[in-house]
């Protein structure tokens, strides 16, 4: 099966059909360009979406990444980002072993046929001359014989003719035969040039066609091979990441299988648990009886009134819920009296109203107030400020809740001896580099390390007191914190710490203070004034709030209750803290007296200039 024998005759269709192959060459080439492009889009619209549900660095939502639900869900994104690298795999290897490829070899095919095409055609003219040359030698033949056919019929004529000069009939007759002649040479010539044709046409047919035709159809041939090779490739490409996509399939399954509910229920409890107890049974209070409330031996009055300090352990203690007030409900109920202001006296005298509604004399106080007096009596002002006005975090962690202050200080704990893990190993490295300059002075002076070594020995022993300060707050925490597992001998609110002079177990009341909230009352003087000290130590250094004006006092009011303070009619003193709407406005005397003056009863007078203010920026 040969083009060349076969097709002997259809130069022009083969012409057509392999233009047609290098169209559809080029065609493939094309569809393989578009694929790559969508696994392209394909893989960057995975990584989008991938990096789009990633957690947000520094961010709330980062923390809830510990568990394992969480963990899976975070897996499965990157293994979709490792997904998305596999069709960026596939679209590159296309590119290299199929586009690139195909496109040189399209290049050198369209110049293989060009070539085989032009000598296709060189061959044809030379044919087709061959063809011109014979029949022009055939048609002078044809002629020359005419010729020399009606020379020797005039000569005939003339040789009969009598009349004839015996001259003419010579001139007729050498007439005809240099015709003859003519004619004999016109005759060689033409079967010269026809033996010559039917050589160079045998060739043609014979020879150069058939090898023309023979190349054109391997050309083809491997075109077509090449056409099959490039499927293939294309298709292997695909199989190539086939397993490495299996396997992140594999890593998601697997992700899936290690959630744990039990140990994110657990983790749960690790982040949020406080420390505290539940609270205790609220007692009944009995208000047929028209005295006032009997004091009993657990109210703060009591221990005031006889002075007997004493500390419970062991006893039934009542819960503690302030901890669990919204930060800023709980932070205005310790900053203000949280008593409704009383109204402006009628008359100018301020004896006819004896200090309104607010007098400290009310029967059935609530113990909420009872509370917040203590918790805003004049040694705690200044720390409540700070929180009420959303200051730092302290640095001991105190504002937490013990068992989330536990895990603060041990985290806080292991990155400073990771710290110092690291300086140690800097200075392990320069006095080994130090060593090695005093064995080759050459390669450096010793006595510029002393420098550095000296500076990393001293930032290791900052960081080891850091951590000994951590490491002693945290021994303070797991002391005073409930021993894990023995549930009778934990205690609500109040835990052991590692001094036992300030061991304080005591028992609480608990009322329902008028924001629906609760606060707690503790039992004996002598611990209060142990939680005073215990806030006073970590707020002292809050400095006092900066006058922001002054006030003139419009009618005398006697502040009996705690975090109230008394004014005499027309007295002037500064503004520290404006009326937030609760009816109460807050002032100074001096450095030692400040509280809370009913709105109404003093006209204010802002002026940033005044004595003490501060310029705000």
């Known amino acids: 099966m040969s083009w060349g024998t076969e097709l002997w005759d259809q130069f022009d269709n083969l012409e057509k059909h392999t233009q047609c192959g290098i169209d559809i060459l080029e065609k493939y080439i094309k569809f393989v360009k578009e694929r790559t492009e969508i696994e392209l889009s394909y893989a960057k619209q995975l990584r989008n979406l991938s990096k789009k549900y990633q957690p947000k660095k520094n961010s709330k939502e980062e923390e809830e990444y510990r568990y394992t639900a969480c963990k899976a869900f975070l897996s499965t994104l990157n293994e979709m980002n490792d997904y998305a690298g596999q069709h960026e795999v596939i679209s590159e290897n296309m590119t290299s072993q199929i586009i690139v490829e195909l496109a040189r070899y399209v290049q050198e095919l369209k110049q293989e046929r060009k070539s085989h095409f032009h000598d296709g055609r060189k061959a044809q003219q030379h044919i087709e001359t061959c063809w011109k040359q014979l029949e022009s030698s055939k ?42 002649q003519m004619a004999e040479d016109s005759k060689a010539d033409y079967s010269s040039f026809l033996q010559k044709f039917n050589h160079e046409q045998h060739e043609y047919y014979h020879t150069h066609l058939p090898n023309i035709f023979q190349k054109i159809q391997e050309m083809e041939e491997r075109r077509i091979v090449r056409v099959g090779e490039s499927m293939k490739t294309y298709a292997e490409v695909d199989r190539q990441v086939i397993p490495i996509i299996g396997k992140c399939l594999d890593e998601i399954v697997k992700a899936a299988n290690s959630i744990d509910q039990k140990n994110d229920s657990q983790l749960v ?64 109920l310790l900053t203000s009296p949280h008593q409704p202001p009383p109204p402006p006296p009628a008359s100018a005298s301020p004896s006819a109203v004896p200090n309104g509604p607010q007098s400290p004399k009310q029967q059935k106080e609530p113990l909420s107030h009872r509370f917040n007096e203590f918790m ?46 690291k300086e140690m190993d800097q200075r392990d490295a320069i006095t080994k580099m130090k060593d090695v300059y005093l064995k080759n002075p050459q390669m450096g002076d010793p006595a510029s390390l002393d420098h550095k ?25 797991e002391g005073r914190l409930p021993a894990r597992g023995d549930q009778a001998r934990r205690q609500s609110g109040m835990y052991d710490a590692q001094n036992p002079a300030t061991v304080n177990n005591c028992a609480q009341d608990r009322e329902s203070s008028p924001d629906g909230s609760y606060t707690e009352e503790q039992s004996q003087e002598s611990e209060v004034k142990v939680l005073a000290a215990d806030f006073d130590d970590e707020f002292d250094d809050e400095e006092p709030l900066p006058a922001i004006g002054t006030c003139k006092a419009l009618y005398t009011f006697e502040g009996q209750n705690e975090g109230t303070i008394s004014v005499v009619e027309g007295e002037t003193l500064y503004v520290i803290e404006e009326d937030k709407g609760d009816g109460w406005t807050r002032i100074r005397r001096n450095e030692d007296e400040e509280g809370y003056v009913p709105t109404s009863y003093v006209e204010v007078y802002l002026d940033k200039n005044a004595k003490g203010a501060k310029t705000y920026i």
Request: charged share 35%.
């Open 453 to 477: 070594l000296t500076e990393v020995s001293q930032n290791i022993e900052k960081l080891r007191l850091e951590a000994q300060k951590f490491e002693a707050w945290l021994a303070e925490v």
């Open 139 to 180: 048609r002078r033949f044809e002629r020359d014989c005419k010729e020399a056919d009606r020379a020797q019929q005039y000569f005939e004529k003339m040789d009969a003719d009598i009349n004839v000069t015996k001259a003419d009939v010579e001139k007729a007759r050498q007439q005809a035969q240099m015709r003859h």
């Open 269 to 332: 409890i690790e982040a949020y648990k406080s420390g505290f107890e539940p609270p205790g049974d609220v007692e009944f209070e009995d208000y047929t009886q028209p005295m006032k409330r009997t004091v009993s031996d657990n109210s703060l009055s009591n221990s005031r009134g006889e002075g007997k300090p004493e500390l419970k352990f062991g006893g039934k203690s009542k819960g503690k819920l302030w901890p669990f007030i919204k930060k800023n409900k709980l932070m205005s």
């Open 376 to 421: 805003t009596s004049k040694p705690k002002i200044h720390c409540f400020r700070s929180l009420k006005r959303g200051g730092a975090t302290p640095e001991d962690f105190s504002n937490l809740p013990p068992e989330q202050r536990r895990k603060k200080l041990q985290q806080k704990v292991d990155e400073l001896n990771k710290e110092i893990q």
